[in-house]
């Protein structure tokens, strides 16, 4: 699964929740190119959300090519503005916005909720909201004053405005679950002793019978490097 950044703060998390639900992610910025991503071969993409108003000439985009790859892809926030924005329909200021808890209700049948009709609360934290969708999407939740959820099955396009990977979201794990499992195809043969024996196979490799001078400055993300290299 590749999760493409465009500034989010919960970059990390939407991988840390792919990688618990036993799928491995790699986090990589949104310009990736398509001829990239087409060579990396991921079984979906996750958009993540960001600071940006999408709708401004010099907000972060993917690159438009990706839409055409036939690989699912779910935009979450900024990530589902930007995939509507640039399939044709349009975002603009919302009247007062969404912050916190905010209830979502299911309004049509949707592979991310499984049939649910029931509302639940969701993270939101948006400003801005799709006002029109593209041609082909349609509405599979809604707020009081917001477009909540969005698709276009037929290319696997799906869009969330809240927080999936959040806490604050009832079921939220459930959504990405459905989307790695019921979307993807995901097979869920990853597990981190893989991916920690994987890579200290690598580093060997890398190494040989060289010496390495490693000079941690205290930081987790260095302890962690250095547990690998020794």
Known sequence: MLVLD???QYKELIARTARGLSVYAEIRPGRISADDIRRLNPIGIILTGGPNSV??????KCDPAI???GIPILGICYGMQMMCHMQGGEVAPAGTGEYGRVMVTPSAASALFQGADKPFAALMSHRDAVTRLPDGFYAAASTSSCIAACEDSKHKLYGLQFHPESAHTAGGRGIIRRFLYGVCGAAGDYRLEDYIETQVNRIRQIVGKQEA???PSGGGGFSVCAGLFF
């Open 67 to 69: 839409w055409n790859l």
């Open 55 to 60: 709708y401004l000439p010099d907000s972060p």
């Open 213 to 215: 001078l490693l000079a």
């Open 6 to 8: 465009f500034g989010g």
